[in-house]
């Protein structure tokens, strides 16, 4: 009797779980080895005033496409994705960060965006359009080409404080 119960309850547990909505959808199937890659990605509909990063992060894992959306606003709670609803993966006070399932390349996807910026959340519609012909390396995202600017004046300065000091102590002498 009492596996039975135990049994009962996870399967009641289970279908709560699933339910939810706690599984993601997956996104469509790439021909691209996993890993990261940029990906050009435009907004249509809402008001016109918000903007999502592009180009973008495209992660592909098991054959399967994924792009970080982040908006110009941090005031995104959710997002809905072919029925599914996905929560930020942003640290708190950044815009807003979703990691949602490319369902389409080149046709628009629409997809929901919840606001809380006009004071009472509103669901608001959209479309995300992502170009396949656009899929390139990760460096070509302009995050990556500011940490490559950062890495050289950082050896920059350090090169020219190292140099500076011999030149001084060469003229001390």
């Known amino acids: 009797m009492k596996k039975k119960i135990t049994w009962l309850l996870a399967a009641a547990f289970t279908g709560i779980v699933a339910f939810s909505g706690v599984c993601q959808a997956d996104g469509m ?3 691209k080895e996993d890993g990261e890659y940029s990906i050009q990605v435009d907004l249509e509909g ?5 903007s999502v990063t592009s180009p973008t992060i495209l992660t592909v894992e098991d054959g399967k496409a994924y792009a970080q959306i982040q908006w110009s606003s941090s005031n995104y709670d ?3 994705v072919d029925g599914e609803k996905y929560l930020p993966t942003n640290e708190e006070g950044m815009n807003s960060v979703f990691e949602i399932p490319v369902l389409s390349m080149d046709e628009a996807l629409p997809v ?3 606001t809380t910026a006009m004071g009472a959340p509103h669901e608001i519609d959209y479309n995300l359009t992502f170009y396949s012909d656009s899929i390139g390396s990760k460096s070509q995202l302009p995050q990556e080409a500011a ?3 950062v890495a050289v004046a950082m050896v920059i300065i350090v090169g020219g404080g190292i140099l500076n000091y011999f030149v001084n102590k060469r003229n001390r002498c």
């Open 112 to 114: 929901i965006a919840d």
């Open 29 to 31: 199937s790439v021909d």
């Open 46 to 50: 809402g008001s016109g005033k918000a």
């Open 147 to 149: 940490k490559r600017v």
């Open 78 to 80: 959710y997002m809905i």
